[in-house]
């Protein structure tokens, strides 16, 4: 299914915010305007707080952390865009910004538009010159560094530019840095980029590179890490959706790491997937240190056990054991942070009188985590608390008190990057089933509650709805209800109108005499012939089954690995836990 950004709740936080935020993004706005104010007073401060806060709510969405946000020239040329008085133009810039690759620990496969570097990564491949040595190959191109270079490929590869060694002819640089951006770790990098945004850690590269012979099972390394990190279970009930509680019971076991990428992807609108972030207006991308903190709580529970020969999970130990538990927890934990966030830019946002833009207020990670603090009782960063704590519950009735909670602590006061705001009731917040299978997604009110009424048009176009139509209703407000058609009008004509050529037949007589001579050359050839469909069908036996002499049949990749999905292929003789690696 293709990922589209306008189904997930996220999208509608960017509502005013520039690319695919609605017109009202041309609306002035009510923000404050720094440059009116005196710097260093009581208000100033206020608003300057809540502008930072913002900036580096809508940087945390990309991928970095706040002390990253605020090294950045990027994050600075904002905050003092705020400070001559452009908050508006403040926000927007930081919407649209492109957090650094290396920052987010995706360097080798991230384009300039991505925030890589030319002569990082795979790209440095292509940017070789004559004083380029071999170890810069390994150092500037994977990402190596000195001590992790392997002392016998760095011979070999220096061999090679030299002549030397009795491996052949020498190669040029740039035709051993051709061998390198082909060779079967970098088309692993490659996908750990592509799949999940991320720079291949060593261990995960050993593995894949070592787990498997390509000559022996005719899967090659990067095949096998795609079949077990793009495997996302089944769907069990048949609704068209693997919620989070079928993928944790489902035949094969889903990868962590999957797991935790796609809910911060579906609930807090961070793009992991490089094909799916084709389909976002704003650059977002997940924390990798957050995803494997998630990914240390499930595997804290000892993991999924598997069958070695199968690759299945063995039934009655991953679904009701602590795997389950700790990975459902994970789910829920993602889903009170989208909940928080999503109250936060209900109750704070730019909605006073007609020149509001709808631009809502993007929490930072810190004011997410004190909300959820707050109602745990504790540290809800400390996922084990957390989940024993029993305060986080999947319900919706508990997560619209939550929601309600948060959204009630702002919905009454004036956001401190605004000058004013409407004030608002319980009765405005539009709640949000974060934990049904297609909660993440939008529903009509949700879009009719949280847009404003000029964007609707904007935003009807983008959204996946069904079809409406002028007559009939139902209970659900979706499907309309069958009414009989009206009859269509008659055509203002009769009979004696069509047949204005009465007197002309519609009768072709043949007077070439091609008829009579046809008939007789059939029947001249039915007596003198065999009957040539027997001949036809006789040929067409002699020819099934057989094939070109001396080439042999090759069976398709999928045919020779079967319908096994996820761990099977991986081509380990012992599989225990699930490898996420």
């Given at each position: 299914?293709?990922?589209?950004?306008?189904?997930?709740?996220?999208?509608?936080?960017?509502?005013?915010?520039?690319?695919?935020?609605?017109?009202?993004?041309?609306?002035?706005?009510?923000?404050?305007?720094?440059?009116?104010?005196?710097?260093?007073?009581?208000?100033?401060?206020?608003?300057?707080?809540?502008?930072?806060?913002?900036?580096?709510?809508?940087?945390?969405?990309?991928?970095?952390?706040?002390?990253?946000?605020?090294?950045?020239?990027?994050?600075?040329?904002?905050?003092?865009?705020?400070?001559?008085?452009?908050?508006?133009?403040?926000?927007?810039?930081?919407?649209?910004?492109?957090?650094?690759?290396?920052?987010?620990?995706?360097?080798?496969?991230?384009?300039?538009?991505?925030?890589?570097?030319?002569?990082?990564?795979?790209?440095?491949?292509?940017?070789?010159?004559?004083?380029?040595?071999?170890?810069?190959?390994?150092?500037?191109?994977?990402?190596?560094?000195?001590?992790?270079?392997?002392?016998?490929?760095?011979?070999?590869?220096?061999?090679?530019?030299?002549?030397?060694?009795?491996?052949?002819?020498?190669?040029?640089?740039?035709?051993?840095?051709?061998?390198?951006?082909a060779s079967d770790e970098a088309q692993l990098r490659d996908a750990y980029h592509s799949q999940y945004g991320r720079d291949a850690d060593a261990s995960g590269l050993d593995y894949w590179l070592e787990s498997n012979d390509e000559s022996a099972t005719g899967t090659s390394d990067v095949a096998n890490f795609l079949n077990a990190v793009t495997y996302k279970g089944e769907d069990q009930d048949g609704d068209?959706?693997?919620?989070?509680?079928?993928?944790?019971?489902?035949?094969?076991?889903?990868?962590?790491?999957?797991?935790?990428?796609?809910?911060?992807?579906?609930?807090?609108?961070?793009?992991?997937?490089?094909?799916?972030?084709?389909?976002?207006?704003?650059?977002?991308?997940?924390?990798?240190?957050?995803?494997?903190?998630?990914?240390?709580?499930?595997?804290?529970?000892?993991?999924?056990?598997?069958?070695?020969?199968?690759?299945?999970?063995?039934?009655?130990?991953?679904?009701?054991?602590?795997?389950?538990?700790?990975?459902?927890?994970?789910?829920?934990?993602?889903?009170?942070?989208?909940?928080?966030?999503?109250?936060?830019?209900?109750?704070?946002?730019?909605?006073?009188?007609?020149?509001?833009?709808?631009?809502?207020?993007?929490?930072?990670?810190?004011?997410?985590?004190?909300?959820?603090?707050?109602?745990?009782?504790?540290?809800?960063?400390?996922?084990?608390?957390?989940?024993?704590?029993?305060?986080?519950?999947?319900?919706?009735?508990?997560?619209?008190?939550?929601?309600?909670?948060?959204?009630?602590?702002?919905?009454?006061?004036?956001?401190?990057?605004?000058?004013?705001?409407?004030?608002?009731?319980?009765?405005?917040?539009?709640?949000?089933?974060?934990?049904?299978?297609?909660?993440?997604?939008?529903?009509?009110?949700?879009?009719?509650?949280?847009?404003?009424?000029?964007?609707?048009?904007?935003?009807?176009?983008?959204?996946?709805?069904?079809?409406?139509?002028?007559?009939?209703?139902?209970?659900?407000?979706?499907?309309?209800?069958?009414?009989?058609?009206?009859?269509?009008?008659?055509?203002?004509?009769?009979?004696?109108?069509?047949?204005?050529?009465?007197?002309?037949?519609?009768?072709?007589?043949?007077?070439?005499?091609?008829?009579?001579?046809?008939?007789?050359?059939?029947?001249?050839?039915?007596?003198?012939?065999?009957?040539?469909?027997?001949?036809?069908?006789?040929?067409?036996?002699?020819?099934?089954?057989?094939?070109?002499?001396?080439?042999?049949?090759?069976?398709?990749?999928?045919?020779?690995?079967?319908?096994?999905?996820?761990?099977?292929?991986?081509?380990?003789?012992?599989?225990t836990k699930s490898l996420n690696i």
């Amino acid at each position: 299914m293709t990922y589209n950004w306008y189904d997930t709740r996220a999208s509608t936080w960017y509502e005013g915010y520039g690319p695919g935020g609605g017109p009202s993004s041309g609306n002035a706005g009510s923000f404050v305007d720094l440059s009116t104010l005196t710097a260093g007073t009581a208000d100033y401060n206020k608003a300057l707080d809540a502008i930072t806060n913002n900036i580096v709510g809508l940087f945390e969405q990309k991928g970095i952390t706040a002390a990253q946000a605020k090294a950045s020239g990027d994050y600075q040329a904002l905050i003092d865009k705020a400070k001559a008085g452009d908050t508006k133009g403040a926000f927007q810039g930081a919407a649209a910004a492109v957090t650094s690759a290396e920052d987010r620990g995706d360097l080798w496969g991230a384009s300039a538009s991505e925030g890589g570097d030319a002569m990082k990564g795979k790209s440095f491949f292509d940017n070789v010159s004559d004083t380029t040595t071999i170890q810069d190959l390994y150092t500037q191109g994977f990402g190596d560094t000195v001590g992790e270079i392997d002392a016998e490929g760095l011979q070999y590869w220096e061999d090679r530019l030299a002549g030397t060694g009795g491996h052949g002819e020498a190669m040029s640089i740039e035709e051993i840095a051709a061998s390198f951006a082909a060779s079967d770790e970098a088309q692993l990098r490659d996908a750990y980029h592509s799949q999940y945004g991320r720079d291949a850690d060593a261990s995960g590269l050993d593995y894949w590179l070592e787990s498997n012979d390509e000559s022996a099972t005719g899967t090659s390394d990067v095949a096998n890490f795609l079949n077990a990190v793009t495997y996302k279970g089944e769907d069990q009930d048949g609704d068209g959706i693997v919620s989070a509680e079928e993928r944790l019971t489902s035949k094969y076991v889903v990868q962590d790491e999957t797991k935790v990428r796609d809910d911060l992807q579906n609930i807090m609108g961070q793009v992991s997937n490089e094909e799916n972030k084709k389909n976002n207006p704003f650059y977002t991308a997940a924390n990798n240190a957050d995803v494997q903190r998630y990914m240390d709580h499930i595997a804290a529970s000892g993991g999924d056990a598997i069958d070695a020969t199968t690759g299945e999970r063995i039934a009655g130990v991953g679904n009701q054991g602590a795997s389950y538990d700790n990975a459902l927890f994970t789910n829920t934990h993602i889903g009170y942070r989208g909940l928080t966030q999503d109250a936060l830019n209900q109750g704070d946002v730019d909605d006073f009188g007609d020149v509001a833009t709808g631009m809502g207020r993007f929490g930072t990670a810190a004011e997410q985590k004190a909300y959820m603090d707050a109602h745990m009782g504790g540290d809800s960063g400390d996922l084990a608390a957390a989940q024993a704590s029993g305060t986080f519950g999947r319900t919706t009735a508990d997560s619209k008190s939550y929601g309600q909670g948060v959204f009630s602590d702002v919905m009454d006061k004036t956001w401190g990057a605004l000058t004013d705001e409407k004030v608002k009731t319980l009765d405005d917040y539009v709640p949000w089933d974060v934990f049904k299978p297609d909660g993440h997604k939008l529903t009509r009110k949700d879009a009719g509650d949280l847009l404003m009424e000029q964007n609707h048009d904007f935003w009807k176009g983008k959204m996946s709805s069904k079809p409406e139509t002028p007559k009939g209703s139902s209970g659900d407000d979706w499907r309309p209800t069958p009414i009989t058609p009206d009859l269509p009008t008659p055509l203002p004509v009769d009979r004696k109108d069509i047949n204005y050529m009465p007197n002309v037949s519609s009768d072709v007589q043949d007077t070439s005499g091609y008829g009579a001579v046809k008939t007789q050359f059939d029947q001249a050839v039915t007596a003198a012939a065999p009957d040539i469909r027997t001949a036809q069908g006789q040929a067409g036996q002699r020819f099934t089954g057989t094939s070109a002499k001396g080439v042999k049949m090759k069976r398709s990749k999928a045919s020779r690995m079967g319908t096994i999905r996820g761990t099977k292929q991986l081509g380990r003789e012992q599989q225990t836990k699930s490898l996420n690696i």
